[in-house]
Structures are given as C-alpha cells and as structure tokens.
C-alpha cells in the first residue's frame, strides 16, 4: 500500500494528493475503491489512469478484441 497523505482543503474543496501528476485534486478527479484504500479511493487521479491506459498495448489490444466482438454479436442479430 502507498504512502498515506492525508486530504487538504482548500478554497472550501477537499483535495487528494496524486501519486502520478504530483498534484493535489479535487476528490471528484478520483475512482472509488471500496475497501482496497483508507480514504476508499484510488491513488491515481481519473486522467493519469487514462492517460496511462492509453500507451498501454494490453488495454489497446483489449479494447479492439470487444469492439470487434460487439460488431459481431451486432451483425449476427442483424441476420436472424
């Protein structure tokens, strides 16, 4: 488990240190993680993981295997 940093508020807004970016965010910028976490959010902010998924060739190759599986799935309703 990381390193706990504990939450600022600022400007009346409650914010969550990054681990990536190295930049406090708002609480909102973060994926809940019920039960893996002591604040039960993830430790990367919403656009380092998808900025991290996107050069990522497993997550690109998945993402191309499913959408050619629902145009399949697609076209074999289409036929019945």
């Given amino acids: 488990m990381s390193k706990r940093v504990e939450h ?7 914010k969550k240190w990054c681990s990536r970016c190295k930049q406090y965010r708002s609480l909102k910028k ?3 993680t019920i039960g893996y976490s ?14 991290k998924r996107k050069h990522n060739p497993r997550h690109n190759a998945l993402t191309a295997w499913r959408g050619l599986n629902r ?7 289409e036929f019945r």
């Fill in 30 to 32: 973060f994926h809940s």
């Fill in 8 to 14: 600022i508020i600022e400007n009346g807004v409650e």
């Fill in 38 to 51: 002591w604040d039960n959010l993830f430790y990367l902010c919403a656009k380092c993981i998808k900025e």
């Fill in 71 to 77: 145009r399949v799935v697609e076209e074999e309703i």
